[in-house]
Nanobody
């Protein structure tokens, strides 16, 4: 079992930055791929970014490439999402995800989810 707790969301102006963190606990965290999803108002959940256990593989949605960076610190059981040049359309609840494989996390078929943190970008 893996428990995920997100933090770092908030209100920011267009062009600003935020860093989300996701702290994982549970003995099955070892080896897990991690990722971030978001669901904006009236929108379906979408995959934002993913990272493999060792960090050698990453995935970004086209809408965030060049602006967001995913990273992880396995010693701290934490994954991060650095979000720069934020836009109003980035407003969403952001969810941390963990799964056994990188492809499962990218596809959203992973096993574990956090409860989400709200990111609001004001124009």
């Amino acid at each position: 079992q893996v428990q995920l707790v997100e933090s770092g969301g908030g209100l920011v102006q267009t062009g600003g930055s935020l860093r989300l963190s996701c702290a994982a606990s549970g003995r099955t965290f070892s080896g897990a791929a991690m990722g971030w999803f978001r669901q904006g108002p009236g929108k379906e959940r979408e995959s934002v970014a993913a990272i493999s256990w060792g960090g050698g593989r990453t995935y970004y949605a086209d809408s965030v490439k060049g602006r967001f960076t995913i990273s992880r610190d396995n010693g701290k059981n934490t994954v991060y999402l650095q979000m720069n040049s934020l836009k109003a359309e980035d407003t969403a609840v952001y969810y941390c995800a963990a799964g056994a494989t990188f492809n499962a996390v990218v596809a959203g078929t992973n096993d574990y989810w956090g409860q989400g943190t709200q990111v609001t970008v004001s124009s």
